[in-house]
């Protein structure tokens, strides 16, 4: 097993947590468990193989995947009556899997030669879209959109992070841990200390 598929494994898991915990939030049975989480655990790294006409798409080529969306799915649907505050377990979990699935990514479209853009739309691709799915389906406020937090902002960086890093040399290990660690560091940033871009503010229109 390569790094990508670590890297894919590990997002696949922790994004599927995430999922069930807004499957919980919503009440779902133990079915809209497994669908929710992987909906989450999938979504970006389809569209993202989709997209690079990668075939075949990852989760269909190894359904172990999908496995693991469910059994994460299970075990939540079994334990979280035990935690306090599922919010906080879900945006701290999120955190993670988005650094993780930002630098999954970006290291596939590094491996395929594909552009620097290209390698920076996967990256923000695979880590925001099966959050975004997520939330859309269970009537959540996207995180992706949720004012005064950074969330795009933090995968970009994470993947022009990767691009860098790969263009001065440095081996794959090194790229995508850069690309990981820059991507989280924003992340928790925003939601401890409300880091945060400026936003657009409406104004009197000119007569």
């Not at 190894?62 to 469910?70: C, K, S, V």
């Not at 590094?110 to 290209?118: A, V």
């Not at 939330?135 to 970009?156: H, I, T, W």
Request: net charge neutral; aromatic share 10%; charged share 10%.
């Amino acid at each position: 097993m390569n790094g990508l598929a670590l890297l894919d494994y590990a997002s696949v898991l922790i994004f599927a947590l995430t999922g069930a915990l807004v499957a919980s939030r919503a009440q779902l049975d133990l079915v809209g468990f497994a669908f929710i989480a992987c909906l989450t655990a999938v979504g970006g790294g389809t569209v993202r193989d989709l997209l690079l006409d990668r075939h075949p798409i990852f989760w269909v080529g190894q359904p172990d995947y999908i496995l693991i969306g469910t059994g994460a799915a299970v075990l939540v649907f079994l334990t979280a009556h035990r935690v306090e505050s599922r919010y906080n377990w879900l945006i701290w979990l999120d955190s993670f899997a988005l650094s993780i699935a930002v630098a999954a990514g970006t290291g596939v479209a590094l491996s395929l030669g594909q552009s620097g853009t290209i390698v920076v739309l996967m990256g923000v691709c695979t880590g925001c879209l099966g959050g975004l799915m997520r939330d859309v389906v269970c009537n959540e406020v996207p995180l992706v959109l949720k004012q005064g937090q950074l969330y795009v902002s933090c995968a970009f960086a994470g993947a022009v992070t990767a691009v860098l890093a790969h263009r001065l040399g440095f081996d794959e290990i090194v790229t995508l841990g850069a690309c990981a660690l820059t991507c989280w560091a924003l992340r928790a940033g925003s939601l401890l200390w409300g880091w945060q871009l400026p936003v657009y503010k409406s104004r009197p229109p000119r007569r």
